[in-house]
Structure formats: structure tokens, C-alpha cells
């Protein structure tokens, strides 16, 4: 897997916070966009309310044309501190099966050449700081209800600890 910026990455890369996970892609017409204004939203107030305790991150499900560049680019439009994920089809495939996202971009595609749609979930995963999962949230749940979930985990998450 690879970051926004080039670097290559691993879930293991993110332990010590939450990791707050949506799966779309950037040519998506309407859905990933709503999603992602919601997500940058919620970004605001659990700074508010916990600090920094989270890590926001974007992974594409549509690996031939969301390079980094294009990831960071698309990205930038909501929120400065989403990581966007990609990487080969493979990896990419496997990791929607981790988290049982549907994944539809077709295997034999010419980026440059084929305009097409790919479905996906349009959930967001909540994971621990250990990278447990937490809790998942449908595309009904607002920005604050979000927000305030993920504070209150993380505060349990707190008082376990110590
Ligand atoms: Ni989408």
C-alpha cells in the first residue's frame, strides 16, 4: 500500500490513534464527496472534543486511476489531514475483503481509455489504537453523531488503559 504521498505504508503504520477508514474513489460523482465533507466535518469536532486522537483515512477502491498524486490532489478538497491510501490491485482487493467491502473495479480496465463506475461501501470503520475494530457507521449517521461516538470510545478506550 502506498500514501498520498509515496510512501509505502502498513495498517501497523497507524497504531497509537484511532483510524476513522471510508473506502471510495475520486471519480466518484456524489456519494464520496457528501462522505468526505461529512468526514472533514466530524475531523473539526473530535479535535474539539479529544484532541489529536485520530487518524483519518481514505483508501480507493479503484487502484488503476487513483494514483498518489491524483489521491492527494482529490483529498486536499476536504480536509488536510485525510491520508489516502492506494496500491497495486491485489492489495487493494485484499484489504476490502479484510474489511468485507464490496469491491467491483474490474480486473482488465485501461485507466487511460475505459470510463467506468465502481461500487463501494459507504461505511466508515472506527479502529482502536491497537487496531481492533471498534464500530462501523452507516451513511445515515451525521457528522456529529459520529464525532461524539468516537470521542466517547475513545474515553473508554482511556479509562482501560489506565
Ligand atoms: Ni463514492
Redesign the pocket.
Known sequence: MVDHDGNQVTDKDFRGKFMLIYF??TR?P???PE?LDKMADLIEIVKKVSGDIMTPIFITCDPWRDTPERVKEYLAEFHNEIIGITGSYENIKKVCKTYRVYFSTPPNVDPNKDDYLVD?SLFMYLMDPQGEFVEVFGKNATAEEIALRICDNASKYNSLKT
Open positions: 471510495g474513489f466518484c456524489d456519494v464520496c462522505e463501494h
